[in-house]
């Protein structure tokens, strides 16, 4: 027998045993769409707080049809374009209530949606009642000309270069250096060997002297000055063909500043054989868009203690990382964290 059990650790009486139930579903369809369309025999809740399984109906083929294509459109929609804030309304679904083990209740919810919503104190829905900063320029302490921000929905991400292989480093995470002459030189990190839409995201047999394209790659500029462009399933190396355009090393931007709105700060700690570590993070939000900004904590200054949900602050001179998807802003020792006062 064929059953997919998720098991919970909760009591199941809180609005997100719904979404458990669309989650069983969706890994009932995973499992169909990738075994020949074979469906399974049942499908678990185990909430272990209350000691009780709850059974979800597994869906016919016909609703797995549907429910494929609902999430295809779902990926479009989101994914294949970065939608505009326009289709996206703060109009959330109202609550649900549920008893223990996952069962329906018709008792009013203890809460609203905005009420436990990160975002609800930077959301026209919420309290927010301001507008969001959308890129502009500000003069800053110690600084005689003025910082130009850029608005997070026009930060450039992803480049395109061209070099000539210096270098090729084998392992598990192979590597390579690229040149421009001797002017200039990156170093290509794969990090995937799977390119999104089929085969390699390198040659294997690439060797010393070919010219390449590193298309769509993450580029940034470590402290140390180095140029470094990171290959994800969304960015492959090509052999040049002739006619092809050369892009220099020196065209893409690295580092930006960047001014928003705090929705909220993050912090991440844990032990190496180097000893203690820490990483701090805020989510940043403007008129269209939003980032994430993680880093050192040696990296954020003074002022990162002083921050609070709904402060507006400029950050300078970040670079730009991620992986497939999702993007991040990233804090060097040459970053800084400006807090803006009315």
Known sequence: Q??????????????????????LRMYAYLWWITHDKEPVDSLEIWYLAADTIKTIEVPSEQELEELGAELHSMWSQLREETPRIERCPPDPAPMRSFGPGGVPSDDAPKMSRCQRCDWSHVCPGGEFKDEHPNGGSFHLPGLVTETEGTPLDEIKTRHTVTGQVHAIISGNRPRITIAEGNSAFADVQIQASEYKD???????????????????????INYKGALI???????RVVRMQDGDEEISLHTPRA???????????????????????????????DEFGSLKVEGWQADWGTQYDMLKPGDRVVITNIGIDGWAALTKGEMYRSSRLHILHD
């Open 2 to 23: 064929k059953k997919i059990v998720d098991i919970k650790a909760s009591l199941g009486n809180s609005d997100r045993s719904g979404d458990y139930v669309e989650q």
């Open 198 to 220: 089929g085969g390699p995201t390198m040659p294997e047999d690439l060797k010393k002297g070919d010219v390449v394209c590193v298309e769509n790659a993450f580029f940034q």
């Open 229 to 235: 462009l990171k290959v994800d399933p969304f960015a």
């Open 255 to 285: 580092r930006w500043n960047i001014i928003g709105t705090v929705v909220y700060r993050t912090e991440k700690r844990g032990v190496s054989a180097r000893g203690d570590w820490c990483r701090k993070g805020l989510m940043l939000m």
